[in-house]
């Protein structure tokens, strides 16, 4: 229906719905289903999204690096736009992870930005990729654009781990916080729900962006028109 | 191989040292800025020192990062120099190096500034000379890179520091941790770990970026 | 840290909001650019 080399041209839509039905069913029951957390009350339901939205951009982050290695290797087109989706959706990701971590940091901490270095690493990151976007933006030359993207993907994500373990320690010799890591038992079902409720938006995300880049690929790389046919 | 690239770099910089003069010139300039932001007191100056010194650097180093292959981008030299038998890493790693060099070279001058503008002297200066040595050489191997793509783009100027910044962070925060405490008082010597992760982080990004050159550059 | 915070539920309100509406509004363009493309490629 979109695109000829597609054999499941619905499976971006179903995938897509499957993600809202588990995002709205999780986040009921986060929001009104489990009960308060005893230290922190409320605010503890943040982590619902929180955390999934977390491990959903880092996964964006890393399909990203996966499909940068794969075209520098083979180079084939499909992979290039596949790492454009990726790269798009984690900087999407990434972005409403640190809005969300502000959002809990304020009535935590006090102030909008504690220095957490997972959160802080997150932004590096965010600027790191959307430094890759405008790369691709500025370069008009298809080939160029896919290797020089794919070689800086690979750059970028290869710091992640090195930035973390900066800035963790940075930060360790001013505070000692702990981190909003644990969830205890009876919490993991909306946190579960809403995981996959992001896994698949993402997902259904991916799919359907590297659909528009792929044809936006096929119409850059098609010979031009004939003089007659042109509009 | 290495050592004709690495020549004909060192070469190009001497010819065009009225550039580092000027460059150096930014970088003070930069400095004298810092303090105005903050105000004169004396106390805070020093604190910062290390921080303003080495923002300082990262600025001025997209302006000897983005010139040094303005003599390949002017004369189109840049296929030229690949149908040469020499291989595209030795040409990074000779520009890496003699970008490297000019950074270093540009952090030293810089030290007097430094003391002078915010009262940060120090006694060990051998251990600042080789904390701005790897932190620049931080700067250099992945910066090289990116002046290398964004040489052959229109905006080049933006695309440069947007793609390096965020990049050298873990490079920045070791390199003025580590020079805050050998300026400020190191009692329980930090300095040493700061050094290493500054030393890891150089021998990754010298690798990788090694590594990837070729498929920048290949046409 | 001891006692719950109070008026937590303005910021719980808050981070579920600017999660839907982020995500509504980046899976709108992906569908507009998307139809965008399709209707391009039908005209040519």
């Known amino acids: 229906m979109y695109d000829d080399n597609n054999r499941f041209p ?8 499957l993600g809202i039905v588990f995002l709205a069913i999780g986040s009921y029951i986060g929001l009104f289903v489990a009960p308060p957390e005893a230290l922190m009350g409320q605010v503890q339901r943040i982590m619902y999204v929180h955390v999934p939205t977390a491990w959903n951009a880092l996964l964006a982050m890393t399909f990203a690096f996966v499909c940068a290695v794969i075209f520098l290797f083979k180079s084939d087109w499909k992979w290039d736009a596949r790492m454009e989706a990726a790269i798009e959706v984690g900087v999407v990701l990434a972005f409403l992870l640190c809005c969300q971590g502000a959002i809990w940091a304020k009535p935590t901490w006090g102030v909008w930005w504690d220095w957490d270095p997972r959160l802080t690493t997150t932004a590096v990151l965010l600027f790191a990729f959307l430094g890759i976007l405008a790369l691709r933006k500025f370069v008009d030359d298809p080939a160029r654009r896919a290797i020089w993207s794919a070689v800086a993907t690979i750059i970028a994500y290869v710091d992640v781990p090195i930035v973390y373990y900066s800035v963790r320690w940075w930060n360790s010799l001013h505070q000692l916080q702990s981190s909003p890591s644990t969830v205890s038992r ?8 809403n995981a996959f409720g992001i896994l698949f938006l993402m997902t259904a995300f991916i799919m359907l962006r590297a659909r528009v880049a792929s044809m936006r690929l096929k119409h850059e790389l098609a010979p031009p028109p004939v003089l007659g046919e042109m509009a | 191989m290495l050592t004709a690239a690495l020549r004909k770099e060192l070469l190009l910089q001497w010819r065009s040292r009225a550039q580092f003069m000027a460059v150096f010139v930014f970088g003070a300039a930069a400095l004298l800025l810092f303090s105005f932001a903050v105000g004169p007191v004396a106390e805070l100056l020093r604190q910062f020192s290390a921080g303003f010194l080495w923002l300082g650097l990262l600025l001025s180093s997209t302006l000897t990062l983005a010139e040094s292959f303005h003599a390949e981008m002017e004369n189109r030299a840049m296929e030229g120099l690949l149908l040469l038998p020499s291989n595209p890493r030795a040409l990074y790693y000779g520009k890496a190096i003699a970008n490297w060099l000019q950074l270093t070279l540009l952090g030293i001058a810089l030290i007097p500034v430094m003391v002078v503008l915010y009262d940060a002297g120090t006694t060990r200066v051998p251990m600042l000379i080789l904390v701005i040595a790897l932190g620049t050489a931080g700067l ?52 040493r770990s700061w050094i290493v992760l500054l030393a890891s982080f150089d021998a990754i990004y010298w690798s990788l970026c090694g590594l990837l050159f070729g498929n920048v550059v290949e046409e | 840290m001891s006692g719950m915070i109070p008026g937590g539920w303005n910021y719980v309100v808050a981070a579920y909001s600017v999660t ?25």
């Open chain 1, 10 to 17: 619905r499976l971006p839509w179903i995938i897509l719905g």
């Open chain 1, 186 to 193: 009876q919490f993991w079902l909306p946190l579960r729900m």
């Open chain 2, 140 to 191: 250099s191997a992945p910066g090289t890179l990116y002046a290398a793509m964004t040489a052959q783009v229109t905006s080049k100027q933006t695309l440069l520091p947007l793609l390096l910044f965020p990049l050298i962070v873990p490079a920045l925060l070791a390199s003025v941790k580590a020079t805050s405490l050998i300026i400020l008082g190191d009692p329980m010597n930090q300095v």
């Open chain 3, 20 to 44: 839907a509406i982020v995500l509504a509004i980046y899976g709108a363009s992906v569908i507009a650019r998307l139809r965008n493309e399709i209707t391009r490629r039908n005209h040519d």
